[in-house]
């Protein structure tokens, strides 16, 4: 089915460690974003790409970096793993950075940082 | 910078009944409003969108929002819940603030229905 794909859905990393967290449209989209999502808080925005071959920071992007491999992928990197970045992730894509346009969002994940 | 309030973070309701789901933002000139539903362990969906005209917009399962500028508001309702419309809620508001349109969500209103 067409959408947006995570990988992997559930992960345990100690605190230090490092990760990249996947994420792959194939909607044919040119923006695709990062939040986070943690109990009421909502979602916060880590880092977005406009389209292929930008990438800005959002409102959390400290502990973070990402990068926008191909107009398909957008992955986020996490270098020394605190466990202040548990929470859920949540990879979206839109056709464009545009306001009229609705999010698709992946199924997330799920971080816990011990 | 915009902002998004949703007033309950969580609403009981019985079966068949009426729910309004309630969201507020702060100002703007132009604004486009959504909603998005998240049901257990998943990601979230697209409910409703409001972009210009008829300021009153539906979604296939029965949902409904109306745009109201004069109280920047953006209320969700539907006039009998099933126990599958249990899910958390989300409103989010794009306006062009610092040139950009990435959208502020609020915190959710989490929909408990009871049978």
């Known amino acids: 089915n067409a959408g947006v794909t995570q990988t992997p859905k559930f992960q345990v990393l100690k605190t230090g460690q490092s990760m990249t967290l996947q994420c792959a449209q194939d909607m044919n989209h040119n923006s695709m974003y990062w939040y986070r999502q943690d109990p009421g808080m909502g979602l916060r925005l880590i880092y977005y790409s406009a389209s292929e071959g930008t990438t800005d920071k959002g409102e959390v992007p400290n502990g973070y970096n990402v990068s926008r491999l191909n107009k398909r992928e957008f992955s986020l990197r996490l270098e020394s793993a605190a466990p202040s970045q548990t929470s859920v992730y949540f990879c979206?894509?839109?056709?464009?950075?545009?306001?009229?346009?609705?999010?698709?969002f992946g199924s997330g994940t799920r971080l816990t940082v011990v | 910078a915009q902002s998004v309030t949703q007033l309950d973070s969580q609403v009981p309701v019985f079966e068949e009944a009426p729910v309004e789901l309630r969201c507020n933002y702060s100002?703007?000139?132009?604004?486009?409003l959504f909603w998005y539903v998240q049901y257990p362990n998943q990601g979230l969906q697209l409910l409703l969108k409001?972009?210009?005209?008829?300021?009153l917009v539906e979604s296939i399962n029965g949902f409904e929002a109306e745009f109201n500028k004069s109280q920047t508001s953006f209320h969700l309702r539907k006039p009998s819940v099933h126990i599958s419309d249990t899910a958390e809620y989300f409103c989010a508001v794009s306006d062009q603030s610092g040139g950009s349109y990435i959208p502020t969500f609020g915190r959710g209103t989490s929909l408990i229905v009871h049978p």
């Open positions: 979206a894509s839109r056709l464009r950075d545009g306001g009229i346009y609705g999010y698709t």
């Open positions: 100002s703007s000139v132009s604004v486009y």
């Open positions: 409001y972009l210009s005209g008829s300021t």
